[in-house]
């Protein structure tokens, strides 16, 4: 059973085997179908690198600008821009689907760089192509490994597939200057509309600190105008006190004065009644000294003025009688005569006013005459008004001129504007005459700075024509190897 299955694996290991002599052998027999369908795969690979149209790369490379170049841009424009940012803003630009779609449409070129599909092919599909064979690659600074993001591109190449390349060429040219071009009018435009909210916001922000600035100073005036009102209240109420309190003084003056006066006038009125009676008095004493030198008088029976020497000479005498001797003149009453003394008795006794012979009775109704005529209290009766007489008024009525015309009230009120005593208005006045300068012209401006200009060489770099003839020729070769074979075997299958 065993040796069975061995008989029958045996025959099948020796069917299974290849022999290369007879395997070449084949070959060499079947050399024309070799030869045949390689030359006929070499010269069809000819034929179709003839008749693939060449495809040119063009590119260019723009790198980031100079300082000068932008230099309109940064003093002219809004913002603080540098050149890198700027630059950025143009890779933006350039790397935008929609600003490539406007500039290929504005300009024609699907027609120009396919003009093969102009009247088969969609503009879509078109664009898409043109897509396909446009990249922007940034050639400087290379990514880092591992970096989060893209850094700030300082170089870039634009490349181009084209089967025109003089097309492709002036394409790129005319896509970089421009898409200058558009982000200056970009930075142009939103530079204008910045600079316009931002004029608005501090135009905005100026009226809000003018009218603080006014309300404050009304607020002030306010303030001021009650503080000046209460002031002249308080002094007016200072000043009516004081009068009350000048009027009050002069009103108890007055009234001291008077019953000063009254008391004055009292004392002097006793006076002269006192010498009035002191004066009866002595009325009445020399009536009786009279009357003792009337009877006496009578009694000598001397009735007109005599002296002693008279007496003597005419041989009277006298008893009990003293006569003074010590001169001519004598003191003797009695001597005047009864004539004389009668007289003099009688005169006395018809005064009705004593007062006119009693000399300081004339003084003092002079004092009390004076008394009554007080000028001062006169004065004091007569006086309309106590201010002059009140120290302290001018004083405050002065500080109530000056409190009804304060000078910084006015000034306040005059003010025609609060411009300069606002203090942040200086900065931003300087900050809003900066924005209105700006002019967002920029001649000459370039975002950019061409390193290398696309052109045409002439140099097609698709298709490569000796590598498809040589893979063409190579397919056909193994091609005709497989032919060969297989016609080998049906040829010994017949045979057999």
Do not use: C
């Amino acid at each position: 059973m065993e040796s069975k299955d061995v008989q029958v694996i045996k025959p099948y290991q020796e069917d299974d085997e290849i022999d290369l002599f007879e395997l070449f052998s084949s070959l060499a027999h079947q050399w024309r179908w070799v030869v045949g369908i390689t030359v006929i795969g070499m010269l069809l690979s000819i034929t179709i690198a003839l008749l693939i149209p060449k495809q040119y790369e063009v590119s260019t490379q723009v790198a980031e600008p100079n300082a000068a170049d932008v230099a309109a841009v940064i003093t002219r424009g809004y913002g603080k821009q540098t050149t890198k940012s700027l630059f950025a803003e143009y890779y933006q630009d350039l790397n935008s689907a929609e600003e490539l779609h406007q500039f290929i449409k504005a300009g024609g070129w699907l027609k120009k760089l396919y003009p093969e599909k102009a009247n088969g092919a969609s503009e879509a599909e078109m664009f898409s192509s043109l897509s396909d064979n446009l990249s922007i690659t940034v050639l400087a600074p290379i990514k880092e490994k591992g970096a989060a993001n893209n850094p700030a591109p300082d170089l870039l190449a634009i490349t181009l597939w084209s089967k025109d390349e003089q097309v492709a060429a002036n394409f790129l040219n005319n896509y970089v200057t421009k898409s200058n071009s558009r982000v200056l009018e970009k930075l142009r435009l939103n530079g204008q509309l910045s600079r316009d909210f931002e004029v608005e916001r501090i135009q905005s922000e100026i009226k809000l600190l003018q009218n603080n600035a006014l309300k404050e100073r009304g607020l002030a005036i306010q303030r001021m105008e009650e503080t000046n009102q209460t002031g002249v209240k308080v002094l007016l109420q200072k000043i009516s006190l004081l009068r009350d309190k000048a009027k009050q003084v002069r009103l108890l003056d007055i009234k001291k004065r008077e019953e000063k006066n009254r008391e004055k006038i009292k004392k002097l009125s006793q006076s002269i009644d006192l010498l009035l009676k002191k004066s009866t008095i002595d009325e009445q004493s020399k009536l009786e000294v009279l009357n003792e030198a009337l009877a006496l008088a009578l009694e000598m029976n001397i009735k007109s003025p005599t002296t002693i020497e008279m007496m003597a000479k005419s041989g009277s005498t006298v008893s009990e009688t003293e006569i003074n001797v010590t001169t001519k003149v004598r003191s003797d009453l009695f001597l005047m005569g009864t004539d004389y003394i009668q007289a003099k008795i009688k005169n006395l006794q018809s005064r009705t006013h004593k007062e006119l012979f009693i000399k300081s009775i004339a003084e003092i109704k002079k004092q009390i005459a004076e008394v009554r005529a007080d000028t001062a209290l006169a004065a004091l009766k007569m006086r309309k008004s106590d201010d002059p007489y009140i120290v302290e008024l001018p004083s405050l009525k002065k500080q109530i001129k000056e409190a009804q015309s304060d000078v910084k009230l006015v000034a306040l009120k005059a003010r025609k504007s609060d411009d300069p005593y606002i203090t942040e208005l200086p900065a931003l006045l300087k900050k809003l005459d900066k924005l209105q300068a700006l002019t967002f012209g920029f001649p000459g401006a370039k975002l950019y700075r061409l390193d290398k200009k696309a052109s045409a060489d002439g140099k097609a770099e698709k298709p490569k024509r000796a590598l498809i003839v040589a893979v063409g020729s190579v397919l056909a070769f193994f091609v005709a190897v497989f032919v060969a074979l297989i016609m080998g075997a049906v040829k010994r299958r017949k045979e057999a």
